[in-house]
């Protein structure tokens, strides 16, 4: 890191490692379960997590479903991500594709067939630095975040996913509100302010009456919403892709008390640590394929040899 640039390693990052999270994303869901309470339901019993790696929400959502008084022996939680993911205790994880139909059979196998109630999202396709091409690719994560969740959400379930308010985002909330009752965007704390990041936090799915959502490999985001219509026999709602666009509501997560991510803190500025010794921590997970495993490898036998 040069001289110049701000340390990204806030505060969060610093907790998350004191806390034994993988990520300072962790923190995003926990300030949004403080507010809409998704993960306190004591009849949550299957939960996905998608886009999972390197854990950080798989960690809360085991922590939340399974450290407790109220943890049965039914609830799953399945974790899926197109890279590899150390074990979490009590999550099943799959490296999958979220854009391929078949991921999604993988995920009802594992529930034996029976519907979630809850399906979270913090998808980020790899960025190539072209602003337009990324946003779009990032829209078209979200919308099959979406697709997914349509079709593996139990009625009253609920879903939250990663977005960016960029220019067409009240198109998705249009396209949310056809299959929830409650839309939200909302922004953790922790998200920090200068990113356009927010939560969609979308609860009580109520998919339109003998709407069948069905995922095909072939089939277009238009043809996957065809017959979607909002009030399913409303007369004066057109498809969803020809209705007036929604405002979500704005709700900002976590107590101002809360750590700021855009701030600096210095010792002396966090409460109860200004005794504290500063010790430096293990990492909460040894990397799972690192770049250099062939070279350590090569050494281990001997065979490292040096370019002349
Ligand atoms: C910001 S990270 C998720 C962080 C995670 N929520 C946590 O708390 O540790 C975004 C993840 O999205 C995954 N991803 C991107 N496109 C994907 C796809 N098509 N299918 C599955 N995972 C995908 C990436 O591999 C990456 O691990």
Known sequence: ????????????????????YRARSAFK????????????????????????????????????????ERATADRKIVAVDLQ?????????????????PRTLARILELFGDQKAD??????????TGLHDLDE?????????????AACILKPGGTFVAKIFRGRDIDMLYSQMGYLFDRVTCAKPRSSRGTSLEAFIVCQQYNPPSGWQPRLDL???????????????????VGPWHETPRDIAPFMACGSL?????????????LQGDSDVPRRSLDPVQQPTNPPYKQALELKRKGKLTRAV
Not at 40 to 61: H, T
Not at 118 to 127: N, Q, T
């Open 218 to 236: 072939d089939q277009s985001v238009q043809e996957f919403f065809q017959g979607c219509f909002r009030g399913s026999d409303s007369p004066d």
């Open 84 to 100: 590899t993911m150390s074990p979490i205790d009590h999550v099943t994880t799959l490296q999958a594709d979220i854009t391929h």
């Open 257 to 269: 008390d809360s750590f700021d991510s855009d701030a600096t803190y210095h010792g002396q500025d």
């Open 1 to 20: 890191m040069g001289k110049s640039s701000k340390d990204k390693r806030d505060l969060y990052y610093r907790k998350a490692k004191e806390q034994g």
């Open 29 to 68: 869901l926990l300030q949004l379960n403080d507010e809409f309470h998704f993960l306190d339901d004591p009849s949550l019993k299957r939960v996905v997590d998608l886009c999972a790696a390197p854990g950080s929400w798989s960690q809360v959502l085991s922590r939340k479903l399974f450290q407790d």
């Open 136 to 148: 779009y690719v990032q829209q078209q994560l979200i919308m099959s975040a979406l697709q997914l």
């Open 118 to 127: 809850f399906v979270c999202s913090d998808g980020a396709p790899d960025v």
